[in-house]
Structure formats: structure tokens, C-alpha cells
């Protein structure tokens, strides 16, 4: 597999004594080794920082993914309970309303009842009255018709009779005057007696007309009444329950709600974490650009070459496993792959061979990274890398030819398998090698 790259979180310290300017000429070979040792070990660090980020990211994507969809959920179900509280409260105010009119109509009855009640009673006392006068009036007539017939007027009394009997004219005057009296009195006894039946007789038909009505009131009210109560009950029961019910659903919003607050929060912090990630991120790419360059001021030298075109550095196409900025590369640990990587079957121990003539400005290995290497310097800005070989058949400041051999392809290095890792820079850019080399690349 190819060489990777890799960028850790430590750089404060490890940084300011790693990343020092270097310039190719002013030390010594052994004094280059360390420093590329030290930028390679800085390097790997950093490439486990950044992979260590990259899950972070991913996992606080997720969580926030989840986060929002909870809450979409959350704005879902407290709608619904604001569809469910709105007719419960219109329907308590209904209930409440016909609760009002049950009353008012129980209230009438009462006042009915009353009346009814009280005209009885009047009845009553009027009856009570009737009779008394009645009776006295049957009694005076009693005593006036007992009178009359202890004085000898039982039988039919004449103006001739009575004058026949009378001793004197003031006797006659005297029993004409005691016969008028007792005949006026017989005739208002008779008159009021007659009155009081008639007016007892009335009274009662009255009463009678009055008990009739109280006893139909008292039955309609009795059943109305009764009728009312239940449904009284019925509603107002129907009322607490939608009102418990009311009062449920405004407690399950006031939670949803400060389930929503809270997960609003989360996701604030998640984004936050998220927003400090990636500026870490982006801060470690820059520090991964600056080793890139300061390695590039190292290892650089003019050299002239003579050739054209780039040749295929191997004798057989073999396999591109990762190309020149694959964004996969990219993806997985956060810095750019300017090279290609070749593979194969039985690519182990193949022969590599110069792309072009030049100067080779470094022949090493590198613990952990590029393995045994060679850089060639072309002359006119233009490099090739070669790394991860099994073994260097050149060392610094050989002169090679176009297709001369080497080295061969290996794994050593940070690889996971034999492969040749395979890249050109031109005027101090990473350029990709592929399309430089394709016309010369061989057909087997």
C-alpha cells in the first residue's frame, strides 16, 4: 500500500523544535537524517491526531443527524397535543354552558313548586275560613228559626191573625215590627249562609284544581328534575375527565418542550465541537503543508536532466491502487495523496527504473514513512520521488541515466504491502505523474 502521510495533535511543543527552517547545504549528512526522522516521527503523530478527529466528526455528525430528527419528532407530537387541547377546551366550554341552562331550568321548577305550594296553603286557610262562617251563619239561622218558634211563629203568621190577637193597637204595632225583624233576620241568615256554602264550595274547588296542578308539577318536576341531575353528573364527570385530560397533555408539552430545549442545546454544543474540529483540522493541514515544504527544502537540489518525457518507472503496467489527490485518501486521513501508488502481483523485488536522467539527491531510509527512498533531481525544477524499496542500487550524488535501474520494489516504510509510491513535483508543485508518463508507460 502506499506511504501515508499522517498529522498529530500535539504541535505546540513538539512543533517549535521540529519545524525549524533548514537549508539543504548547511548541515551535515547525519544532521539531515535526524531532522527527516524527527519531521517523519512529528508527522505520524499528527496523522493519528487527525484520524482520532475524523471519527470524532463523524460520530458528532451522526449524533447531531440523530438530535435533529428527534426533534422534528418532538415538533410533530406537540402539534398533535395542540390538536387534541383546542376542541377539549371548547368542548368544557359547552359543557359548562349546558351545565348553566340545566341549572337555571331546576331553579324554575323550584320557584313553580313554591308557588304552587303557597297557593295551596291560601286555599287551605280560605277553606278554613269558609267553614268557620258556615257554621256561624248555620247556628244564627238555627237560633233565629228557635225564636221564632218559642214566640208562636212556627206557624203561618198573617197581618189579620196577628191583629185578632193583639190586646191594643201598640200591641198589634209591636209584634208587626218583632214579625218584620225575624223575617229580615231569617232572610240575611238564609243569604249568608247560602254565601258561605258557596264560597266553601269554591274553595275547595279551587284547592282541589290547585293540589291537581301541584301534583302534576310536583311529578314532571320530580322527573325532570332527576333527569336533569344525571345529566348533570354525566357532564359534569365528562367535564373533569376532559379537563384531566387537558391538564395531561399541557404537562406532556411543557415536557416535550424542555426535551426539545435540551436537545436544542446539544446539538449547539455538537455544532460548537464541531466548529472547533475543523478549524484543529484545518490548522493541522497548514502544519502538514509546512513539513511538506520544509522536506521538500531539504531534500531539493538543481540538477540538469536532458529527456523530454518522464518514463514508466517499472517494466510492466502493474496496478494503480491510489491515485494522484485521491479524495478516499483525503477522506480517511485529512491530507493530500500527490503521488501515485503502484501494485501488483508479484511486484515484490521488480526492478525500478529512472524516469529521467539526473542527480540522485537522496538515497536513505526512513523509519516509519517513506522506507528506503530515492529523490532524483532532473535540472529545470523538476523532481521524482521513489519510496518504500526493498533496496537502493544508487546512493546521493550518483548520476543516472533514463531508465537505469535504481532500486526494487518493496514495503518497507509505513506500507501495507509492496507497492511503489511514485511522485513528481515541477517548480516546487506536486504534480500528478500519471499523465506525464503515459505516452512512454509499456503496454505489458
Known amino acids: 500500500m502506499k506511504k501515508r502521510l499522517f498529522i498529530l495533535v500535539i504541535v505546540t511543543v513538539l512543533l517549535s523544535t521540529v519545524l525549524t527552517p533548514f537549508t539543504a547545504y548547511a548541515v551535515t549528512e547525519e544532521e539531515l537524517q535526524q531532522q527527516i526522522a524527527e519531521k517523519d516521527n512529528a508527522m505520524k503523530k499528527l496523522r493519528a491526531s487527525i484520524e482520532t478527529l475524523n471519527a470524532e466528526l463523524k460520530d458528532a455528525k451522526a449524533e447531531s443527524a440523530a438530535l435533529k430528527s428527534d426533534i422534528d419528532n418532538l415538533k410533530k407530537d406537540i402539534a398533535e397535543l395542540n390538536k387534541l387541547i383546542e376542541p377539549a377546551e371548547e368542548k368544557i366550554t359547552e359543557l359548562q354552558a349546558t351545565i348553566t341552562v340545566l341549572e337555571g331550568k331546576i331553579s324554575e321548577y323550584n320557584d313553580k313548586k313554591t308557588e304552587l305550594e303557597q297557593q295551596i296553603s291560601d286555599c287551605e286557610d280560605a277553606i278554613n275560613n269558609a267553614e268557620g262562617t258556615y257554621n256561624d251563619k248555620r247556628e244564627m239561622l238555627k237560633m233565629i228559626m228557635r225564636t221564632a218558634y218559642e214566640n208562636?211563629?212556627?206557624?203561618?203568621?198573617?197581618?189579620?191573625?196577628?191583629?185578632?190577637?193583639?190586646?191594643?193597637?201598640?200591641?198589634?204595632?209591636?209584634?208587626?215590627?218583632?214579625?218584620?225583624?225575624?223575617?229580615?233576620?231569617?232572610?240575611?241568615?238564609?243569604?249568608?249562609?247560602?254565601?258561605?256554602?258557596?264560597?266553601?264550595?269554591?274553595?275547595?274547588?279551587?284547592?282541589?284544581?290547585?293540589?291537581?296542578?301541584?301534583?302534576?308539577?310536583?311529578?314532571?318536576?320530580?322527573?325532570?328534575?332527576?333527569?336533569?341531575?344525571?345529566?348533570?353528573?354525566?357532564?359534569?364527570?365528562?367535564?373533569?375527565?376532559?379537563?384531566?385530560?387537558?391538564?395531561?397533555?399541557?404537562?406532556?408539552?411543557?415536557?416535550?418542550?424542555?426535551?426539545?430545549?435540551?436537545?436544542?442545546?446539544?446539538?449547539?454544543?455538537?455544532?460548537?465541537?464541531?466548529?472547533?474540529?475543523?478549524?484543529?483540522?484545518?490548522?493541522?493541514?497548514?502544519?502538514?503543508?509546512?513539513?511538506?515544504?520544509?522536506?521538500?527544502?531539504?531534500?531539493?537540489?538543481?540538477?540538469?536532466g536532458a529527456e523530454k518525457y518522464f518514463l514508466w518507472p517499472l517494466s510492466k503496467k502493474y496496478t494503480i491502487t491510489s491515485y494522484y489527490d485521491d479524495p478516499e485518501y483525503y477522506e480517511v486521513f485529512g491530507v493530500h495523496h500527490y503521488a501515485i501508488d503502484v501494485g501488483g502481483y508479484k511486484i515484490s523485488g521488480t526492478p525500478i527504473y529512472a524516469t529521467k536522467s539526473g542527480t540522485v539527491t537522496k538515497s536513505a531510509y526512513q523509519a516509519g514513512g517513506a522506507g528506503n527512498y530515492v529523490i532524483l533531481d532532473h535540472g529545470n525544477g523538476e523532481l521524482s520521488y521513489y519510496y518504500h524499496m526493498t533496496e537502493r542500487s544508487v546512493k546521493k550524488g550518483d548520476t543516472v541515466k533514463q531508465g537505469q535501474t535504481i532500486g526494487t520494489v518493496g514495503t518497507t516504510g509505513n506500507s501495507t504491502g509492496p507497492h511503489l509510491h511514485f511522485a513528481i513535483k515541477i517548480n516546487g508543485k506536486w504534480v500528478d505523474p500519471l499523465p506525464l508518463v503515459k505516452d512512454s508507460r509499456p503496454s505489458k
Not at 190586646?167 to 214579625?179: G, Q
Not at 408539552?253 to 455544532?271: A, M, P, R, V
Not at 484545518?282 to 537540489?301: G, N
Open 152 to 304: 208562636g211563629f212556627h206557624e203561618s203568621v198573617s197581618g189579620i191573625s196577628i191583629l185578632l190577637d193583639a190586646n191594643s193597637l201598640s200591641d198589634y204595632v209591636e209584634k208587626m215590627e218583632a214579625v218584620d225583624k225575624i223575617v229580615d233576620a231569617t232572610k240575611s241568615s238564609m243569604s249568608e249562609y247560602l254565601n258561605a256554602i258557596n264560597d266553601k264550595t269554591k274553595y275547595k274547588e279551587t284547592l282541589e284544581a290547585s293540589k291537581t296542578e301541584l301534583s302534576v308539577l310536583l311529578d314532571s318536576l320530580e322527573a325532570d328534575t332527576k333527569s336533569y341531575n344525571d345529566t348533570l353528573a354525566t357532564v359534569e364527570s365528562e367535564r373533569d375527565k376532559l379537563e384531566d385530560n387537558k391538564n395531561s397533555l399541557l404537562k406532556s408539552q411543557n415536557e416535550l418542550n424542555k426535551k426539545l430545549s435540551d436537545s436544542q442545546d446539544l446539538e449547539d454544543s455538537i455544532n460548537d465541537k464541531l466548529a472547533t474540529q475543523k478549524a484543529q483540522l484545518t490548522k493541522y493541514q497548514k502544519e502538514m503543508a509546512q513539513l511538506e515544504k520544509e522536506l521538500e527544502d531539504i531534500q531539493s537540489v538543481n540538477t540538469t
